[in-house]
T-cell receptor, first 116, second 118 residues
Framework: AQSVSQHNHHVILSEAASLELGCNYS??????LFWYVQYPGQHLQLLLK??????LVKGIKGFEAEFIKSKFSFNLRKPSVQWSDTAEYFC??????????????FGRGTQLTVWP | GAVVSQHPSWVICKSGTSVKIECRSL??????MFWYRQFPKQSLMLMAT?????????EQGVEKDKFLINHASLTLSTLTVTSAHPEDSSFYIC??????????????FGPGTRLLVL
């Protein structure tokens, strides 16, 4: 079964600093990977996703992530964070077969706090 | 597009009562819906996978008789917490997959329902 791990539990940055949040997955076959963001009091929103093709994926709000197969990683990056990026970030990957196809495995999440 | 709604957004109930939470896909047909619960400062934990017209598939450790899931149409799934107890207090989130889109793996999440059992 797929598992996803996020090792950064809480990241604190100043505005304009660069961001990289780690995500590692365990499954070595065909991999689909997602980054979701949950702003305070809001529901999960899709930031970006990787299915195949170019390993550098561009998402919304200036975020990008790079799929590195050899490292089993899919780290999220942003060159310059803003105060409004303060949120919880989740890496996820689907797995399952048949009736459970598409079930998402989530990492435990990384809380990003950006100070103005 | 791809909007998922949940109702109610929050509910407070007495211990022993049952609570029904609705999850609707507003502008697409959701062949599969998922129910998660999220404890404070923790990640989402999948409770069950709900396929339209068939029985839900529950994750290990989730009591199917306590968390009743019905997915009677392509736009509606319901989660009923039966005989709720304080330990059932949590944030319940549903998501839905658009069965007709090419990117079938993408899930769209509802805003969540906060349940507090007194």
């Amino acid at each position: 079964a797929q598992s996803v791990s996020q090792h950064n539990h809480h990241v604190i940055l100043s505005e304009a600093a660069s961001l990289e949040l780690g995500c590692n997955y365990s499954y070595g076959g065909t991999v689909n990977l997602f980054w979701y963001v949950q702003y305070p009091g809001q529901h999960l929103q899709l930031l970006l996703k990787y299915f195949s093709g170019d390993p550098l994926v561009k998402g919304i709000k200036g975020f990008e992530a790079e799929f590195i197969k050899s490292k089993f990683s899919f780290n999220l990056r942003k060159p310059s964070v803003q105060w409004s990026d303060t949120a919880e970030y989740f890496c996820a990957s689907p797995s399952g077969r048949g009736s459970t196809l598409g079930r998402l495995y989530f990492g435990r999440g990384t809380q990003l706090t950006v100070w103005p | 597009g791809a909007v998922v709604s949940q109702h109610p957004s929050w509910v407070i109930c007495k211990s022993g009562t049952s609570v029904k939470i609705e999850c609707r896909s507003l502008d697409f047909q959701a062949t599969t819906m998922f129910w998660y619960r999220q404890f404070p400062k923790q990640s989402l934990m999948l409770m069950a996978t709900s396929n339209e017209g068939s029985k839900a598939t529950y994750e290990q450790g989730v009591e199917k008789d306590k968390f009743l899931i019905n997915h009677a149409s392509l736009t509606l799934s319901t989660l009923t917490v039966t005989s709720a107890h304080p330990e059932d207090s949590s944030f319940y989130i549903c998501s839905a997959r658009d069965g007709l889109r090419r990117s079938k793996e993408t899930q769209y999440f509802g805003p969540g329902t906060r349940l507090l059992v007194l």
